[in-house]
């Protein structure tokens, strides 16, 4: 009777949830990929089409260029964000005072709106930046730089700026996990510092370099929020990513199964990414 009532309540408690799961997330990816084989614009009837939306995404100009920014931007902020976050944890990690502190200060970012982020982040470069280089007489910074070819560099600050927070938590864990007998054994043989992060602290938390890796690059390959909030795509098309894109003119220029296409694709892209990622640092696991 006890087992019973033990099952009943594991349904009642899990079957909602995965109703709700499903009708909310996998649904509308299956309705998604279903409508990539019509020609559907987001109202009235539809005709499949088969897969010439996936044909005519190979020769669209505007998809490849918002793919070479995704990719490129990813890249660039994926490397600065571990190279910050890792730097960042290392120097927290030592016996220095406030460390509490800092470490609540550091996370702070992460809990703000992306945003919210952004759209301050875009009146601090075009108004209070400029206003301050004008006064110390700096031309490179006078000028909004969200208006310039140098657009993307912003948004790949404000990205790392907010995005090292957590992986700085990440890496702090993976730090603390390390015994303190390694370091002294460390000490005696009179290894460098340099020597002791190579060989010692980075082979020991490889295993949250991997996943600050993957969660970094999903992410950032899925830029939407900064895009949004600091250039909305331009100057021009400059800094279009393909979610920009898929958002854009799938919902406001009519091309809803078009663009699920794309998205189609881009899925496949960030899974394949992800799998390449874990494989690759999995192996230097394995070695070390």
């Not at 019509?38 to 490849?64: A, C, E, M, S």
Request: with cysteine.
């Amino acid at each position: 009777m006890k087992s019973l009532r033990n099952s009943f309540a594991f349904i009642l408690m899990t079957v909602p949830m995965a109703v709700l799961f499903f009708y909310f997330h996998t649904w509308p990816a299956l309705h998604g990929i279903f409508l990539s084989f019509t020609n559907w614009n987001g109202f009235g009837p539809y005709h499949f089409i088969g897969l010439q939306n996936y044909i005519d995404l190979l020769h669209d100009k505007q998809v490849r260029h918002a793919y070479v920014f995704t990719f490129e931007f990813a890249i660039v902020t994926t490397i600065l964000v571990n190279i910050v976050s890792l730097s960042v944890a290392l120097a927290l990690n030592s016996k220095i005072k406030l460390s509490r502190t800092f470490r609540a200060v550091f996370f702070l970012p992460y809990v703000l709106s992306t945003l919210i982020v952004s759209f301050i982040f875009n009146f601090l470069f075009s108004n209070l930046i400029p206003s301050i280089a004008q006064a110390l007489h700096l031309p490179f910074l006078a000028q909004n730089i969200l208006g310039t070819q140098w657009a993307w560099v912003g948004i790949v600050i404000v990205s790392v700026w907010q995005g090292a927070s957590f992986n700085t938590l990440l890496y702090l864990a993976g730090l603390q996990t390390i015994p303190e007998d390694v370091y002294e054994a460390s000490n005696i043989d009179g290894a460098s510092a340099w020597v002791t992060f190579w060989q010692i602290t980075f082979p020991l938390i490889l295993p949250f370099f991997t996943i600050n890796m993957v969660l970094a690059a999903k992410s950032y390959l899925q830029v939407f929020d900064q895009v949004v909030g600091m250039t909305n795509g331009g100057p021009g098309t400059a800094t279009q990513s393909n979610t920009f894109v898929i958002y854009t003119n799938g919902f406001g220029g009519g091309e809803l199964a078009y663009q699920s296409a794309n998205a189609v694709v881009f899925l496949v892209i960030l899974v394949c990414v992800a799998l390449i990622q874990v494989r690759l640092t999995r192996g230097r696991e394995v070695q070390f």
